[in-house]
């Protein structure tokens, strides 16, 4: 049970609330990953506020509306970059799709047009790609080109080159500087750089110093149209677990508004042990949050306390964390296939795929109890609201751990 909302159920008091006002911003940093968490520095500063003032109702207000806005979020990313350069690759890649899944970005192909082609996240609805082509054809104008792909709707953008960049390149991130939004450099087919530099210089070939080379070289480049300091991930589009792809994913979250980090991280693929634990950091907040707001409607009169989570709820609850880490059904078949093995094996090595063996825990009324036994006694039975709302605490938290557990394993397997 989580030490700082059992000490919030203790006790109501003024005295407590206070001392807990202090409490809460280094107990809340110490729940999320590094590169930040949902709730932003001034719903932050809200809740100590309401803490410290005793205003309880306020704070569930901060919270339902900080869980709305991170539920609502919706995420719009541009990807600009020549034809050739690994757009449609890179957008395929973070959408989760092998390039002959059917709803994927066409690989390959030629692009002659300007037109801007949106790509929606096949399990996350609220986030779009825009595929924003045309930079290297001679039509293109710098000082327009903003105005005519809406640059206002895009959240970030990321600058692509397989290459060297272009004068465009500088131009257009100069532009997007002017108008506020943020803009990242990615120099795609590092893989194949390392590829034919081991093939011609087998004898000297060290990859650090390859990779190097590259960043150095594009650092100079940038420089030299115009870019000072420019941000470059080197990555491959075939392997986003190696080289800078890691370090970007972190950069675009912790750069992020608060609200919207939330969605990001729901997207990051399985690729290691460190993005796994970055999704179940920001879903455990998300759990810790709900409990947080009811331990909260528990000391309010008249407030209408809602824990209901029947038993097809929970089978939702875990079905949704097996989903947001792809071990949602059809994923854990088509595992199966690849590692040449059958579902039913699956389940031998899964502990998520046994729902009633998570929901039929013995030791789970005693670490309910243990939370809340001093609440227990002035509230009432095992049926009263509190009780029931730390049930759901203790069962979505089993739920999450068991599946990130899972996803390392699995990761490990593959
Ligand atoms: N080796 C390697 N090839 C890549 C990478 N990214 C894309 N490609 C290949 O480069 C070509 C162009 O990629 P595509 O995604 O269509 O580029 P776009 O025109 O910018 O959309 C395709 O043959 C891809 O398979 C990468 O990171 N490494
Ligand atoms: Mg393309």
Not at 5 to 28: R, T
Not at 190 to 217: A, H, M
Not at 317 to 335: A, P, Q, T
Not at 336 to 359: I, N, P, Q, Y
Request: hydrophobic share 40%; glycine share 6%.
């Amino acid at each position: 049970m989580d030490q700082f909302i059992s000490a919030f159920l203790k006790d109501s008091s003024e005295k407590n609330l206070q001392k807990l006002s202090v409490e809460f911003l280094p107990h809340y940093s110490s729940l999320i990953s590094k590169a930040g968490g949902m709730l932003s520095p001034e719903t932050l500063n809200c809740i100590q506020k309401a803490l410290q003032e005793g205003k309880l109702t306020d704070m569930v207000s901060q919270i339902q509306k900080a869980l709305a806005a991170a539920e609502d979020a919706s995420l719009k990313i541009a990807v600009i970059g020549e034809s050739g350069a690994g757009k449609s690759s890179f957008i395929n890649a973070l959408r989760g799709l092998s390039h002959e899944a059917e709803e994927s970005a066409g690989v390959g192909v030629v692009e002659t047009t300007m037109h801007r082609t949106p790509y929606q996240h096949p399990k996350y609805p609220q986030v779009t790609f825009w595929d924003l082509p045309g930079t290297g054809t001679p039509n293109f104008l710098p000082d327009t080109y903003l105005e005519k792909v809406g640059f206002a709707d895009y959240d970030f953008f990321i600058i692509i080159s397989s290459s060297r960049f272009s004068l465009n390149d500088a131009l257009l991130a100069q532009k997007i500087k002017d108008v506020g939004k943020k803009f990242y450099f990615v120099r795609t087919k590092v893989d194949s750089d390392l590829y034919n530099e081991e093939k011609t210089k087998p004898t000297t070939f060290k990859k650090k110093r390859v990779l190097q080379k590259i960043r150095d070289y594009c650092l100079a480049n940038l420089s030299d149209v115009g870019v000072s300091e420019p941000r470059i991930f080197l990555i491959s589009n075939f392997d986003l677990a190696d080289f800078d792809f890691p370090k970007l994913e972190e950069t675009l979250l912790m750069e992020l508004p608060g609200h919207k980090r939330h969605t990001f991280a729901l997207l990051l693929p399985n690729i290691s042990d460190a993005s796994i634990e970055i999704k179940r950091r920001f879903l455990k907040e998300k759990i810790w949050l709900e409990a947080l707001k009811s331990a909260a409607v528990s000391f309010i009169p008249l407030m209408p306390f809602v824990s209901g989570f029947d038993l097809p709820q929970q089978e939702q609850c875990l079905k949704d964390y097996r989903n947001y880490f792809g071990l949602d059904d059809e994923s854990i078949k088509e595992i199966a296939e690849k590692l040449d093995t059958s579902v039913e094996d699956m389940r031998g090595r899964l502990k998520c795929l046994d729902f009633w063996s998570l929901v039929k825990d013995d030791s789970m009324p005693a670490k309910v109890m243990k939370g809340t036994e001093s609440f227990y006694a002035v509230m009432g039975g095992p049926e009263s609201s509190v009780i029931q709302g730390f049930k759901v605490y203790i069962l979505c938290l089993r739920f999450l751990d068991t599946v990130a557990d899972d996803a390392k394993h699995l990761l490990k397997m593959i």
